[in-house]
Every structure is written in C-alpha cells, then in structure tokens.
C-alpha cells in the first residue's frame, strides 16, 4: 500500500474480518442504493454486519443492508459492501476511505463501486445503466487529505478496467452508456440550477456518493472502476416532477436481475483477465 494507508488503515478491523474469514478475493464491490440484491442472488460464503466491526460505522439508508459479505459468483470469489457509508450520514471522509483500506488489506486490488443516480443527460432513461468513465468531486474534498504523497497519486477510474467492464456488459448483452458522474454531498436532491451546472460541468448523472471511495481507491494503488444505476430524471428535467429515495429502491429492485448479471459477468471478466495475464495471453 501506499502512503495513504497511514491515514485510512483501521489494523483493528482487519484483524477482526481475518478472523471472520472475510480476506482473500481480490475483486471487490462497494453495492449502492439498489444494488445489494447481488449479494442474495449469489452464494454467501462469510458476512459481517458493519455494526460488528470495530470502528467502521453505520450504514443507516434504506436499500443498504449494512454487511460485508464474502461471495461466490459462477465459481469466482468477490468482498461486497453491501451497503455504503455516505458522507451525508454524518460519516466523515476519512471514514470512508478507511472502508475501502479495509478493503485493500483483506486482499482487494480491482473495485468496482456501484450507486443509483439521476439522470442529467436527457437522452438518458429510466433504468438504464451508466459505466462512469469520468467523475467531477463537488464534495469539494477528498479521504485522502493529510496522506503524505496521495495527492501525487493518479486518482482517476482504471483505464483498463473501464474497458474490462465494458467488455462484460457487452458479455451479458447489457446494453450501457458510457458517462460523467457529478458527486454532490447530499441529502437533500439537487435543485433544478444545481442539475444545469452539473451538466454545464459536463456530467450525465448525478449522486451522493462513489466520487471519494474512487479517489481513496487510487489513493490505496488500487484499479477501480464504477456503475450508476439510473433511478430517476434529475431535478427539472420532467416538469412538475420531484424525486424521493423510495423511487430509486423501486426502480433498482425492478432491476436486480439485469444488476446481478452484470456485476457477475463483470467479475468473470476480471478473473479471465487475470488469468490470462499470468499466463501472458489475451482474454478472450
């Protein structure tokens, strides 16, 4: 690890989640608003609640369990996060970022962070999903602030997993954008002048979260790369419609399946790659 580790890493937890049987695979997941359902779709091989874990926090959200799980998907072992821990909670920077050098220490070295966003493209729909190839931090800050060197680190999403993923998409015949997310910190919905700038800044969608377990991952030398779920029309975009928190957990629940292939496709991607890199070939 790099020196970021210093500041995020929690020897506490880590011990407690080797003990649990929760180190070892080296893909990891951070499963937003809607996207938990992975974990129940697949086999369950150890779990811990967030509450359990010694220093972690809460995750207090409806649509997020609040465990980290050891899974199995088609033969190929994943650590989930099965729910986040947002900054809106109350949960400061530095905390999430120590939830992905947990991560990094129980053995993860590819992420994928996933989120239910709204859409600030309009050619965008309901449902659809978006392979983020780029992200602007309006959080204004960033887990890594006092990590001696982090700053000198690239922080942006793996180009090569950005095209790992887009390969299992087309894998599993899921169809994605490829887009823009603007990170706010919540709670409360952007307004509809907050949606223009956003999309003036050149964003596609816009959420509460991913923008600083990115920024820790590329702090942490770690290569990750993110999914948005669209659960909505950003704010203005459908005149005389607001948005709320149960419209996203029912718009991603209708989607669970389509979610579940993807991320299992995703991770059987990942594992080829691997795979085939220690045996100096090409994945298929």
């Not at 970021?4 to 997941?29: H, I, K, S």
């Not at 983020?132 to 204004?140: A, E, Q």
């Not at 002048?193 to 377990?213: F, Q």
Request: proline share 4%; with cysteine; glycine share 12%.
């Amino acid at each position: 690890m790099v020196d970021a580790a210093r500041l995020l890493a929690n020897d506490a937890a880590v011990e407690a989640l080797v003990r649990r049987g929760l180190d070892g695979p080296r893909v990891g997941f951070i499963l937003g608003s809607g996207w938990g359902g992975f974990v129940a779709r697949t086999e369950e091989v150890a779990a811990c609640p967030f509450a359990e874990i010694p220093g972690f926090g809460e995750s207090t959200v409806a649509g997020h369990a609040g465990r980290l799980v050891r899974g199995r998907a088609g033969g190929h072992e994943y650590l989930a996060m099965q729910g986040r821990l947002h900054h809106y909670e109350g949960h400061s920077l530095a905390r999430i970022g120590s939830a992905v050098a947990i991560l990094a220490e129980l053995g993860v070295r590819e992420l994928v962070v996933t989120n239910a966003a709204g859409a600030v493209n309009p050619a965008y729909r309901v449902g659809e999903i978006v392979l983020l190839r780029d992200y602007v931090n309006m959080m204004r800050r960033s887990p890594l602030r006092g990590a001696d060197g982090a700053v000198r680190r690239s922080v942006r999403i793996s180009p090569r997993l950005l095209g790992e993923a887009e390969r299992a998409a087309r894998d599993a015949a899921i169809p994605v954008h490829k887009g823009v997310l603007f990170a706010s910190k919540g709670p409360a919905y952007e307004t509809p002048a907050e949606v223009r700038m956003a999309r003036g800044l050149g964003a596609d969608v816009v959420s509460m979260s991913t923008a600083p377990e990115l920024i820790a991952a590329g702090g942490l030398g770690l290569e990750a790369v993110a999914f948005s779920c669209v659960t909505n029309m950003a704010s203005g975009l459908v005149p005389g419609r607001g948005v709320d928190h149960e419209e996203v957990i029912e718009v991603t629940k209708s989607r669970e399946e389509l979610l579940t292939r993807l991320l299992s496709a995703v991770l059987a991607r990942f594992e080829r790659a691997r795979a085939s890199a220690v045996a100096g070939g090409t994945p298929s």
